[in-house]
């Protein structure tokens, strides 16, 4: 659940690259909304260097400008997550959803905080919040966000539901198409999962932990050629990877 939180990071890093503006007037005086637009840039950066004690104290100053700017507050709680203060976290992240209720963005990034901490009843409402809203320009995310906290939290059914309705917004979502391959090989209907593997490929090319997808997919089909070719891929294109030694034990296991 680490990548929504970086997208949402990069996100806001975009958002303030484009939205730099000068905080003086033409005599010298700062505005509040400029400063606070200011200091906001300036924690998204510290927050992209790693340097979260130092974007607090411009987040900070960025809501004494302007206590009602939604990105610094959904920013900030980034940042109290990352000094391990999840209780205040929340208080931002829930600010920013009641100053952005339209804001899709705000409210996906908390859903995803409240799967993190176990709150899947919670966490539903934000991401079907985040997906109704028109302007929203990324809802096959927050789709696969909700898939994977529905089955985090035991519920296979609803994680499917969300995993396929992902996919009618954007057939080639890459996380909706590894997660649907993963369930299909886990209910054993192990020729859906090679369509959805041979979709993921096609559509991201190759990862360890799809080709480590596939050898499991094809094995279990008995197809032992398409079975070494993903290993072999797996192999080659990441010898340092977990998967490997993982694939290695699935060899050595494997009747004799």
């Known amino acids: 659940m ?36 200011a200091n906001l840039n300036l924690g998204v950066e510290y927050l992209r260097r790693g340097q979260p004690e130092r974007a607090l104290a411009s987040l900070e100053e960025a809501l004494e400008f302007n206590p009602r700017l939604a990105a610094a507050h959904s920013t900030i709680a980034i940042v109290f997550e990352q000094l391990g203060d999840p209780e205040t976290a929340e208080e931002h ?41 028109p302007r929203y320009s990324t809802p096959a995310a927050a789709l696969t966000n909700a898939g994977v906290c529905a089955r985090t939290a035991g519920d ?51 990862t360890p932990e799809i080709l480590l997808l596939c050898v499991r997919i094809e094995r279990a089909l008995d197809a032992a050629p398409a079975a070494s070719d993903c290993a072999e891929q797996l192999r080659q294109s990441f010898p340092n990877s977990a998967e490997v030694g993982q694939l290695t034990a699935i060899e050595r296991n494997e009747p004799r």
């Open 93 to 133: 992240y829930l600010r920013a959803t009641q100053l952005g209720p339209d804001d899709g963005s705000a409210a996906n990034t908390y859903a995803v905080f409240l799967c993190r901490n176990g709150r899947w009843s919670d966490a539903e409402q934000f991401f079907r919040r985040a997906v109704s809203n």
């Open 156 to 206: 296979l059914e609803n994680a499917e539901s969300y995993f396929r309705e992902a996919l009618t917004r954007d057939r080639l979502y890459p996380d909706a198409l590894y997660h649907m391959a993963d369930l299909s090989y886990l209910s054993e209907e192990y020729l859906a999962g090679r369509a959805f593997t041979q979709r993921y490929l096609s559509a991201a090319g190759r």
């Open 2 to 37: 680490n990548k929504p939180l970086c997208t949402f990071v990069s996100a806001w890093m975009l958002m303030a690259a484009s939205g730099c503006v000068s905080t003086t007037t033409a005599i010298g005086e700062p505005q509040p909304e400029e400063a606070a637009l």
